[in-house]
């Protein structure tokens, strides 16, 4: 496989459900990101992972956990979720953190909680 | 606090045609910026991006340039095709090491 990518595609899940959800890159990227993108809102970046280490969290809500285990897999683990938190969620890789390089998403988890 | 303005949010032309997209930030000190292509219910295709030593790249039927004077860039596409539709994505990134997105123009190319 190559670039990135998402899994599950598609996820409906209750207010009380716990999943998660899945990014992997095959790039050999050191920093990965997880993006938001609600209907008539710009992509809001949710957190920054720069060699496994979490290196930003834009005041994220505690429902969304993230993990990074190594460079190329970045999860999201999704708890008492409110219906507002229905959107397209985007993983993205890039070189490195420092935005000086290309940005490389993959395509995308929608996300509908019910 | 930086925004990112893009300009027309829809636009619709005859195939072939020329046109130009437009993306403007609100804080001109913009250090990368990149043109993304998203198709409905898709990801982020990454169409170019200008460095901060560059002013301008080119792909095919696509060209972005960006005036750092004035924090504008634009996405020229050249003779237009059905499968050109699409939504266009701008970023910057600027002094904080963000990268800010616009809200995207969609665009359709009528056969």
């Known amino acids: 496989e190559t670039g990135v990518t998402q899994t599950p595609r598609h996820l409906v899940m209750g207010m009380t459900n716990k999943k998660s959800l899945k990014c992997e890159q095959h790039?050999?990227?050191?920093?990965m990101y997880w993006y938001k993108q609600s209907a008539k809102k710009p992509l809001e970046l949710m957190f920054v992972?720069?060699?496994?280490?979490?290196?930003e969290n834009n005041s994220v809500p505690s429902r969304f956990s993230p993990e990074c285990p190594n460079s190329s897999h970045l999860f999201l683990h999704l708890h008492t979720l409110q219906p507002e938190d229905s959107a397209l969620y985007l993983c993205?890789?890039?070189?490195?953190?420092?935005?000086?390089?290309?940005?490389?998403f993959g395509e995308g988890s929608r996300l509908t909680v019910l | 606090k930086q925004e990112v303005t893009q300009i027309p949010a829809a636009l619709s032309v005859p195939e072939g045609e020329n046109l130009v997209l437009n993306c403007s930030f609100t804080?001109?000190?913009?250090?990368?910026l990149q043109w993304f292509r998203q198709d409905p219910g898709k990801g982020l295709t990454s169409l170019l991006l200008?460095?901060?030593?560059?002013r301008e790249q080119t792909s095919g039927r696509l060209n972005a340039s960006l005036d750092k004077s004035s924090g504008r860039s634009t996405l020229y596409i050249a003779a237009s095709q059905p499968g050109d539709s699409a939504t266009y994505l701008c970023?910057?990134?600027?002094?904080?090491?963000?990268?800010?997105f616009g809200q995207g123009t969609t665009l359709q190319v009528k056969p």
């Open positions: 993205a890789s890039s070189q490195d953190r420092g935005y000086t390089g290309e940005l490389f």
């Open positions: 790039l050999g990227h050191n920093a």
């Open positions: 992972y720069n060699f496994k280490e979490q290196t």
């Open positions: 804080d001109s000190a913009i250090y990368n």
């Open positions: 200008i460095q901060s030593s560059q």
């Open positions: 970023a910057g990134s600027g002094n904080t090491g963000k990268l800010i």
